[in-house]
């Protein structure tokens, strides 16, 4: 299976771009952080403020993924069209345990899915990779997706324009897992069910959720 045919099966109409949450009728929106603030008052980075998060991400992630789960390891480039290199992206190579996996990425290329001036010079390169959660090194892709706008390592490497969007898509239990940034992070699932008990379990943590 590919991804495409995935989603055409299991999720018709979803873009894989930022708020899946808004796309889609069935998910958890999480605040990440606590309201701690990422700079202390002397605009030091607030390293505690990461601390939690990246605890956060990990308890989301183990709680929705077994080590054994099928899933979709996706990635959008965002990058002007005059750029032909597709090889500088820097999020699978560091993050895989075995490289021979590197030969099974598939690469798609669409429109830039987002508007801004002259949006039409840029596209998006989306990556995939069918592997398991123990393929990974799920902790410090989890760091790296919450490090986005900030200068600490791990970090995704390789980009043009944007910093890349990755997310994590579990075909064994039909739920998909997006981190934005460090401010928060998506949830959806195709049967509210396989997320009530995180719903249930990190109420605390829940900005909004919704499931028809």
Known sequence: MNLIGYMEE???NLE????IYNQWGTGIHFCLG?????????EELNLKMFRVVY???SIIFNELFEQNDDIFLVTNKYKHK????IRKLKVYQPFLKCKNHLNQILVKTYPYPFEINK???YEMQQFSLLCKPRDLRVTELLKA???EDFPLKPKFGGYSIDYPDVFFVNITKNIIFFIYDDRGCEVIALDFKRIRPLYEKYH???EEYKCM
């Open 82 to 85: 005059k750029e032909k290199c």
């Open 34 to 42: 606590e309201n701690i603030y990422q700079l202390k008052a002397n």
């Open 119 to 121: 949006a039409e010079e």
């Open 10 to 12: 299991r999720f018709q």
């Open 204 to 206: 605390d943590w829940v």
């Open 55 to 57: 605890e956060q991400t």
């Open 145 to 147: 997706a919450s490090n």
């Open 16 to 19: 894989l771009i930022p708020s």
